[in-house]
């Protein structure tokens, strides 16, 4: 199979990255959301951030030229029809997901393989619900998409092996990595990453340490670049407990329970840096533990 062209389904902060790199690799990207707004701000984005990429030498104007003039937006699902590969990355609920492809299947041609950016959600179950099992898979991007080397290939039940080797081949043309994921709750990253940051929540639940506390005994005591906290707001908490349901649901253990805490964050609207405020305070010139 040869892809070309490539649909992004979802404008916002993976979305945007994902158009990002294949414009940069040389494929026609078509952007598309529910929002017209979103769809500019992710376009500007774009071009900010390949900006950002010529001052530091990583690309040239030129090239960062060509790639936006690849890229483009639509808000009709349709328009993605004729796309050699379509890429869902939209909120992570999976019946918001399942109505993405109930709208998109009667458009596509034949040959057209579908992915899901999903973090956690049943690739097998998603691809059950189309006409093209066998040319369904998952594709996790890592965040942010430009910088991040990894990602994610989750073959279902159904997938055949030349979706998977073209899917492997697309990742070798990114520049990127491509670690190979069973089809279980949350994959390989978010099966170990998410019960972490949960204890760390737990952690600052039960008094053991305030935010700053924990994340500087991380990040010192374990050399991680980010304290599960500040990574948790980074992610989106809504995010990190979307995942961790998905885990305690599909896994049925215990260990996997989300903490209280992060449930009444996301109740409360402090989902992390989307929304000025989580585990940190973003409103000032610099954040500002909430614990």
């Not at 290939?153 to 998977?164: A, K, M, P, S």
């Amino acid at each position: 199979m040869t892809i070309q062209s490539v649909g992004v389904i979802g404008a916002g902060q993976m979305g945007n990255g994902i158009a990002h790199v294949f414009a940069l690799a040389g494929y026609d990207v078509v952007l598309t959301d529910i929002s017209r707004e979103a769809l500019d701000k992710a376009v500007a984005l774009i071009d900010r951030n390949m900006e950002r990429q010529v001052s530091r030498g990583k690309i040239t104007t030129e090239v960062k030229k060509t790639a936006m003039a690849r890229i483009g937006s639509t808000m009709k699902l349709s328009d993605l029809g004729q796309c050699d590969l379509v890429i869902e990355a939209a909120t992570e609920r999976e019946t918001v997901k399942q109505a993405i492809f109930e709208d998109l299947l009667p458009h596509l041609k034949p040959t057209t393989i579908l992915t899901s950016n999903t973090s956690s959600i049943s690739i097998t179950r998603l691809a059950s619900r189309t006409d093209r099992p066998e040319r369904f898979m998952g594709f996790h991007f890592m965040n942010p998409v430009p910088v991040m080397q990894l990602v994610e290939l989750i073959r279902g039940i159904v997938t055949d092996q030349e979706t998977w080797d073209t899917m492997h081949d697309v990742v070798d043309r990114l520049g990127k990595t491509a670690a190979s994921a069973e089809d279980f709750p949350a994959f390989i990253v978010n099966r170990i990453l998410m019960p972490m940051i949960n204890e760390a929540v737990y952690t600052l639940y039960e008094g053991v340490g305030n935010v700053k506390s924990i994340d500087m005994a991380l990040k010192l005591g374990a050399n991680h670049p980010m304290g599960p906290l500040e990574l948790a707001d980074f992610i989106g908490l809504d995010t990190c407990l979307a995942i961790m349901n998905v885990l305690h649901e599909g896994l049925a253990d215990t260990k996997y329970r989300p903490c209280p805490l992060l449930v009444k964050y996301v109740e409360a609207g402090w989902l992390g840096r989307k929304t000025g405020r989580g585990f940190y305070d973003y409103r000032g010139e610099a954040p500002v533990p909430t614990r």
